[in-house]
């Protein structure tokens, strides 16, 4: 039942060593913080912007299958064929269905391409694929050029200069790309919304390397999770403005295109065969939480989990969502049972909930979380006890006023707070004392 505990205790503790990583994640929630104080100045009515934001997601939630059946109906139209599936397997042998081994594979490791590890699906079946994305954002905006992955892709360009600048090495990287690109390639990416009405995919980039590579592909294959919708184009400026303004302070997407299906026969670029594999992995169950649905209004500007310290030691190089909405959404997703302890590992500072543009209430819903993870016995037998025991010494005025009693509490209870933390000190006095004036 801990496993996973001890899995995430393990990545916290593997995080936290690595000072350049957690120096960049530090910078990143710093820009992040900067971003979102200028957000509001992006707009003449920036709470009613959010407002409205709130209010069309709303509005999709309570209809989704209409909105997913149009999606299809309209996607189907243009020639793009949509695969529903339940989970991350299942997504990885559809696309492993669509990938023919002895063509250029490229895929963008973005967050949906990450959510179904298709990157080691591949590996595991030895099918060699190119990793499209030159750059994460971050890495692009701020005054890092020493960080380890600068190193990395000059390594991979074979240069030994990396005094290039960040600037330089892209454009190195395009034409690297324009060469081996073209041939045949397939290429696989994640995308940012897809529109009912009419049946859209939107993805918005920073480099423009997917943009390139799906406009000279064959078949471009995408991963999209049915939270994306958004109900009719009109309202995809709320959304992709509110998302620009968190994550870069102004209202300027960089890459912003809107795929309606694959190449048409007047049309000079674009992929061959298109498809959307569109994910419901636990989303729908989701939905179903009175409390939780919430989440399901984020636009993944990605904000909150820059700010989350908690987030600062676990995510750093191993690529995971470990944010506010992990906390939220595994319990739900893989059961209260197998990831209750999520929703305890948050320091409740509330960074998050200020900044989300889709005002969602994370402190609430970990609260609640918490509590569900309590009344489905989330923990094992033993940890259940030696909790219930501290609470009830904690609650014996005699233990507390006791030296050698604390000593003994102190003792017993050390590791239950991690390697991190110490046993909080007792006062030599205790209220009580002081308060009899004793
Ligand atoms: S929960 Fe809010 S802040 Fe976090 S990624 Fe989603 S929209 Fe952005």
């Known amino acids: 039942m801990d496993t996973k505990r001890q899995a995430f205790l393990k990545r916290f503790s593997e995080g936290s060593v690595n000072k350049d990583d957690f120096s960049l994640l530090e910078a990143v ?3 992040y913080e900067k971003n979102a104080k200028e957000a509001s100045h992006c707009f003449s009515r920036y709470e009613l912007a959010k407002s409205r934001l709130v209010f069309y997601k709303h509005k999709v939630v309570s209809s989704l299958t209409d909105y997913l059946t149009d999606f299809e109906t309209g996607m189907a139209i243009s020639g793009t064929k949509v695969i529903y599936v339940k989970d991350a397997e299942e997504a990885v042998n559809e ?10 594979i490229f895929i963008n490791r973005d967050r949906l391409i990450e959510e179904i590890a298709l990157a080691s699906f591949l590996s ?39 005094q290039n600048q960040p600037n330089q090495l892209l454009s190195l990287y395009k034409s690297q790309l324009l060469e081996s690109a073209f041939k045949d ?87 061959d065969e298109m498809y959307v594999i569109l994910i419901d992995n ?25 700010l989350c310290p908690v987030f600062k030691h676990v995510n750093s190089s191993h690529g995971q969502l ?51 993870a309590v009344e489905k016995n989330a923990f094992s037998v033993f940890t259940r ?20 009693h ?3 509490l102190k003792v017993a209870f050390k590791n239950r707070f991690g390697k991190q933390k110490e046993f909080p000190d007792f006062k030599k006095k205790s209220f009580h004392i002081i308060w009899k004036g004793i």
Request: aromatic share 10%; net charge neutral; glycine share 6%.
């Open 124 to 162: 595991k079946k030895n099918i060699q694929f190119h990793d499209s994305r030159f750059s994460d954002f971050p890495y692009q905006v701020l005054p890092y050029p020493a960080s380890s992955f600068w190193q990395m892709i000059a390594k991979k360009l074979n240069i030994d200069d990396i």
């Open 322 to 372: 470990s944010g506010p909405l992990d906390c939220v959404i595994s319990p739900i997703r893989d059961g209260f049972e197998n990831s209750g302890f999520m929703a305890f590992a948050c320091t409740l500072c509330g960074k998050c909930s200020e900044i989300c543009p889709s005002r969602i209430n994370f402190q609430e819903i970990i609260l609640y979380n918490r509590k569900e």
């Open 29 to 31: 929630g710093e820009y």
């Open 406 to 408: 604390r000593f003994i």
């Open 95 to 104: 696309i492993s269905k669509l990938i023919e081994k002895d063509r250029n």
């Open 385 to 404: 006890q030696h909790i219930k025991l501290l609470k009830r010494m904690m609650l014996k005025q005699k233990v507390l006023d006791s030296p050698y």
């Open 185 to 271: 390639a397939i290429y696989v990416s994640g995308a940012d919304f897809i529109v009912s009405d009419p049946a859209a995919v939107v993805i918005l980039e920073n480099e423009g390397i997917g943009n390139l590579l799906s406009a000279f592909c064959k078949k471009h294959v995408i991963v999209a999770g049915i939270d994306q919708m958004i109900a009719s184009i009109s309202e995809l400026d709320y959304f992709t403005s509110l998302y620009a303004a968190h994550v870069q302070g102004n209202l300027s997407v960089w890459n912003q295109t809107l795929f309606f299906g694959p190449k048409k026969a007047t049309e000079a670029d674009g992929p």
């Open 282 to 306: 636990g989303r729908t169950r989701l939905l179903k939480e009175e409390f939780q649905r919430s989440v399901f209004h984020c636009i993944h500007c990605g904000a909150c989990t820059a």
